[in-house]
């Protein structure tokens, strides 16, 4: 379930980011076959799709009139997309769960990093903040994407 968590932190701060990093897991040809939808994330507009869109909220958190993560519409998006990777990245036979961990650390982590981010703001400004909020996100939802993390050694 450590990929399921992964993503659900991952989502819990930019909720787009579980899509681009099944996108890219997609392309590269690592999303298990009986995943459903696994074929659009394998489609290279889809994904090009997704990850554009993904991009597009990370600049758009940048900007003084970007919404907070914690406003119904974004945790609405954050539990949808949280809770279909984190099904999709599960073992098969757990995916209910695989789901429902991912939805509720999502959840919990976007008050958290909310709050954090609110914190870091006042001494850092929006944009810096951003840009290393950011790149934690795209290497956390990258990291719970990569097959190697469950491999046996």
Excluded at 32 to 54: E, N, Q, T, V
Excluded at 71 to 89: D, H
């Amino acid at each position: 379930m450590i990929r399921s968590y992964l993503i659900g932190l991952a989502a819990g701060q930019r909720g787009i980011v579980p899509l681009a990093a099944l996108a890219t897991a997609g392309r590269r040809g690592d999303l298990p076959d009986d995943m459903p939808l696994a074929g659009l994330f394998k489609h290279p507009l889809i994904a090009g799709g997704a990850i554009a869109l993904s991009a597009a909220e990370m600049v758009g958190d940048k900007q003084k009139s970007a919404p907070d993560r914690i406003v119904w519409i974004g945790l609405a998006v954050r539990s949808v997309t949280s809770a279909y990777a984190g099904a999709a990245l599960a073992p098969k036979g757990s995916r209910v769960t695989g789901a429902a961990v991912a939805l509720g650390t999502a959840l919990a982590s976007s008050y958290v990093g909310w709050k954090l981010r609110v914190t870091a703001m006042e001494r850092y400004g929006q944009t810096a903040t951003g840009f290393v909020e950011d790149a934690m996100v795209l290497a956390t939802g990258l990291a719970a994407v990569d097959p190697r993390l469950t491999r046996a050694a």
